[in-house]
């Protein structure tokens, strides 16, 4: 058996155990390029995801719009049509900035259609038994609750902006989350939380959900 055998077998044996247990996989090359795609992830990808691969890479499709929770940067950035900086950065192939071993990546597409794709780093040591995977990447489906409904006398006190932050808090989304679903930078919508806790006179989320939910 030659030595790429042996290299393809390894990696199959390990996207097919995952498989198994439910996990879409994705493994990537030194290049970034995908290597190997486990069935369960290869169906998600289809059908009109927000997420697809084309030339061999990952790319988010031109309906969709993606947050990365940036290891490197401190938060959270909205990213383009190629997610390839990201992959450099795991992969270790970005040479003008600092590598790390994972990454986040939430991409929403219409009909409210939602994936996360976490970027992991292969330890140097399993790449030695996995030699060509550099890292890889695992896909969940996002179930994407509808909104919530303010409190009419909450509703009131805040702008029509906030009203729809607040809205998408008590549907349970993250900042980054809502930032991505309305355009806008992740610094914005922060601002706006603040201001909503303001003028209801709580500290945090679990004080302004219990004031805020019908």
């Not at 390029?33 to 990808?45: D, F, G, H, V």
């Not at 270790?92 to 991409?107: D, E, F, G, K």
């Not at 302004?208 to 019908?214: E, L, P, T, V």
């Amino acid at each position: 058996m030659s030595d790429a055998s042996r290299i393809d077998d390894a990696v199959r044996v390990m996207v097919e155990a995952l498989d198994a247990v439910s996990v879409h996989t994705v493994v990537l090359g030194g290049d970034g390029r995908c290597i190997s795609i486990s069935p369960c992830a290869e169906t998600l990808l289809s059908n009109g995801s927000p997420l697809t691969v084309q030339m061999e890479r990952l790319r988010r499709s031109k309906t969709s719009s993606a947050v990365a929770e940036c290891p490197r940067l401190g938060g959270a950035v909205d990213i383009d049509h190629d997610l390839q900086p990201c992959i450099d950065c795991v992969t270790r192939r970005n040479v003008s900035a600092p590598c790390h071993s994972s990454c986040a990546i939430s991409i929403s597409g219409p009909n409210d259609a939602a994936i996360h794709l976490r970027l992991t780093s292969i330890a140097a040591a399993d790449q030695q038994a996995l030699t060509g995977a550099a890292a890889m990447a695992v896909i969940r489906p996002l179930t994407v609750q509808h909104s919530a409904e303010l409190l009419p006398d909450i509703a009131v006190l805040l702008t029509a902006a906030e009203r729809d932050v607040a809205t998408e808090l008590l549907s349970g989304r993250r900042p980054a989350e809502i930032a991505q679903l309305r355009g806008v930078s992740i610094g914005t919508i922060r601002s706006q939380i603040k201001r909503i806790y303001a003028k209801l006179g709580v500290s945090g989320l679990v004080e302004f959900i219990a004031r805020a939910r019908r």
